[in-house]
Structures are given as structure tokens and as C-alpha cells.
């Protein structure tokens, strides 16, 4: 399942897993939500909510990452940072960013309303 993210005409690919979260998230497609960033992610509260299987939900992420958090209906796409990411919990993983995103994230600063669809 393909995806791109669209920062105001920035736009990056991933791929989804076949997780039940993911493939909720792939159908809800596409979807607008304001993001910032922390200087590791970019992440925005989004008004859906995602079904989750519990032991899925973790610790942390590896950069390039594409997270659920569903304590918040986070979105999350994770640039830098995995290795102090262990503290951060409720995290549901749906899906890796494609080659060359985690580059071109790094360019990007500040806030922008994505539009994230199906590629």
C-alpha cells in the first residue's frame, strides 16, 4: 500500500505494512491534517481514530518510520531521533518512509497542512 505526503507541493512516499491500523488508515485515504515539526518528526492530530491491536503498540521508532499514536490519533512521520526514541511510548508502526524521504524531511522546517493519499 503507497502513500505520499504532500507539504505544500513537498512531496515524499512510503510504503504502509499490513497491519489492521494501517490498512484502516490506507481506506480513510486521503486525509488533510496540519503538522509541525519537533526537528526529529512531523506530526499532527488527526480527527480519525484507527483500529489497533494492543501488542503492537510500542517504544520508540527508527527513523523513516511512518507511526500511529492512538492515545492522541497522532500522526507521525519520523525523520531523526531513534535513538533517543525509547522513551516515547504509544507508538503504533504502519508503515516505512520510501528512499530518499528521510533526506528530504531533514530540508523542510516549520509547520504545513499535509495532504496525505493514496500514490
Known amino acids: 500500500m503507497h502513500i505520499e505526503i504532500d507539504f505544500d507541493g513537498t512531496i515524499v512516499s512510503g510504503t504502509l505494512n499490513d497491519t489492521e491500523t494501517a490498512k484502516a488508515f490506507f481506506e480513510a485515504l486521503p486525509i488533510s491534517i496540519h503538522v509541525g515539526s519537533s526537528g526529529m518528526d512531523f506530526c499532527g492530530q488527526m480527527e480519525q481514530s484507527f483500529?489497533?491491536?494492543?501488542?503492537?503498540?510500542?517504544?520508540?521508532?527508527?527513523?523513516?518510520?511512518?507511526?500511529?499514536?492512538?492515545?492522541?490519533?497522532?500522526?507521525?512521520?519520523?525523520?531523526?531521533?531513534?535513538?533517543?526514541?525509547?522513551?516515547?511510548?504509544?507508538?503504533?508502526?504502519?508503515?516505512?518512509l520510501d528512499d530518499g524521504a528521510i533526506e528530504t524531511l531533514h530540508g523542510l522546517k516549520g509547520s504545513y497542512d499535509v495532504t496525505i493519499r493514496k500514490a
Open 51 to 96: 483500529p489497533y491491536d494492543a501488542a503492537q503498540v510500542g517504544y520508540g521508532w527508527s527513523n523513516g518510520d511512518i507511526n500511529y499514536n492512538p492515545g492522541g490519533g497522532w500522526f507521525a512521520v519520523f525523520f531523526d531521533g531513534e535513538d533517543a526514541s525509547g522513551s516515547y511510548g504509544d507508538q503504533v508502526n504502519m508503515g516505512r
